[in-house]
């Protein structure tokens, strides 16, 4: 049995900053993307065999067994470092299905002739028959202005903050941490030293995630170059604003080349989504109930 790895979509461009702050959990940029954007990475995200998990009993029935989802959950933890969300175990479980609709309708069409039946290629050649027969939607500069509208988000340039955190060992409760702000105020640097942390360009999601909003709002309405108490998930920080830069909005004419190829890949997709939830609709799907 093998399955691929699953690897995360950041959400925002890569941090130049010197030193990062602890990670933050958070819902996978893949699991929000078009799903079948993913099936193209190779076919099965997870590489049960189909005779487990599905044809046991009737080949117009697909079963998402027990051993199904504990694979899910086994590839999830090795990925993220912890157990998906009841949402995130739904979405993975559709992947799974469409993956076996796929392959069930690639065996249907023959497609495993030649190829030692390999559950990954017949998938990918199902989808392949798929792709075929899906077509482009007419467009012009009105659909596509709306579309850019619709996900400015992934074009505007956000805030970007250069800052230094000084990292206090033990407690950091608001009061301590404001007195050792002023203690570095008052050039007492010494024991920021071998804590400081150096930040540069850091986006405004990118913070909110890690440090939470409130931490944002309070950085940007904070001084340059002072030393500041900031609160930060339970605790608080010892935060020095170096400069920001405010956002810029994007220029859809600028922009319209990748525009219209996000547009595409994002429309093509959802139709192959829709092809496929189309032909699952002549399954029965069956969820396995285990009793205690």
Do not use: C
Request: charge should be negative; charged fraction near 25%.
């Amino acid at each position: 049995m093998s399955s691929l790895p699953i690897s995360a979509i950041a959400d925002s461009k890569p941090a130049t900053d010197s030193a990062r702050p602890e990670a933050t959990l958070r819902t996978p940029g893949w699991l929000r993307e078009p799903l079948l954007h993913f099936l193209l990475l190779g076919g099965a995200l997870f590489g049960i065999d189909h005779y487990v998990v599905g044809l046991r009993d009737d080949p117009d029935t697909i079963v998402i067994t027990t051993e199904v989802d504990d694979e899910i959950e086994g590839v999830f933890e090795t990925a993220s470092g912890r157990e998906p969300s009841p949402q995130e175990m739904t979405s993975l479980q559709q992947i799974w299905l469409d993956n076996e609709v796929l392959y069930r309708e690639g065996l249907a069409m023959q497609l495993d002739k030649g190829d030692d039946a390999i559950r990954e290629r017949v998938i990918f050649k199902a989808l392949s028959v798929i792709d075929a027969n899906t077509k482009l939607p007419a467009y012009d500069d009105e659909v596509l202005r709306a579309w850019f509208e619709s996900h400015r988000n992934k074009y505007d340039e956000p805030a970007r903050y250069d800052f230094q955190e000084a990292v206090l060992s033990g407690d950091n409760s608001e009061a301590a941490v404001r007195a050792f702000a002023a203690r570095l105020n008052s050039a007492e640097t010494g024991e920021a030293n071998a804590g400081l942390r150096v930040f540069k360009g850091r986006p405004q999601a990118n913070l909110e995630q890690s440090y939470g909003s409130d931490f944002v709002a309070a950085l940007a309405q904070s001084p340059t170059g002072a030393w500041q108490a900031l609160p930060a998930g339970k605790g608080w920080r010892a935060i020095r604003l170096e400069g920001l830069s405010p956002p810029k909005p994007a220029d859809f004419q600028a922009l319209r080349g990748i525009v219209l190829q996000d547009w595409t890949d994002a429309t093509m997709a959802e139709q192959r989504t829709a092809a496929v939830r189309a032909l699952a609709k002549k399954y029965r799907i069956k969820f396995e109930v285990v009793s205690e």
